[in-house]
């Protein structure tokens, strides 16, 4: 036996990928973001389009500073729109960078992710809609103490809120 083998074999047995796993998965993940691309150029846009046409003082009179109603605010925000994660990472920044508290961007990404208002009738349709006014009713809830949460821990960890 080769020691080029032996060598695979003992990855084998090791649970690591091999070399072909890597390259297929390199080209996977590749294949993945040319085809998210698209949508986060749209976010981008609109995003652009948003800031020209609400003024920051508006964005001020829904987040007023208080972190139980930003975190109100943002989850109800987050619970309208819905999309991909990503796509709420990079609306997240810009609404920081505008000035928005963590308390809202904390709760406006784990309603984006958790509550969907947009596909409520497929998922009622689906899972039952007792079981979907439930589900996205507790998401909307627990989205509060965990923007608290989140923004305590950052606060701990030495982050600005």
């Known amino acids: ?14 649970g690591m990928p091999g070399r072909g796993d890597v390259i297929r998965a390199a080209r ?29 003082s508006a964005l001020g009179t829904l987040f007023p500073g208080d972190p139980f109603l ?7 925000l987050g619970s309208i729109l819905a999309g991909n994660p990503v796509n709420s990472y990079v609306i997240s920044a810009q609404l920081l960078a505008d000035g928005v508290s963590i308390f809202a961007i904390a709760a406006f990404i784990v309603t984006w992710v958790t509550v969907g208002i947009a596909q409520l009738p497929a998922e009622a349709l689906t899972l039952g ?23 305590l821990f950052m606060a701990l960890s030495g982050g600005a809120l």
């Open 28 to 56: 996977k993940a590749a294949f993945q973001f040319t085809n998210m691309l698209p949508i986060l150029c749209g976010v981008v846009l609109l995003i652009g389009l948003l800031r020209a046409a609400v003024p920051p």
């Open 129 to 151: 809609t007792r079981f979907a006014i439930l589900r996205n009713s507790l998401s909307f809830l627990i989205s509060i103490p965990i923007a608290l949460l989140t923004a």
């Open 70 to 76: 930003d975190s109100l605010a943002g989850a109800g």
């Open 1 to 14: 036996m080769s020691t080029q083998e032996g060598e695979a074999k003992q990855v084998a047995r090791s």
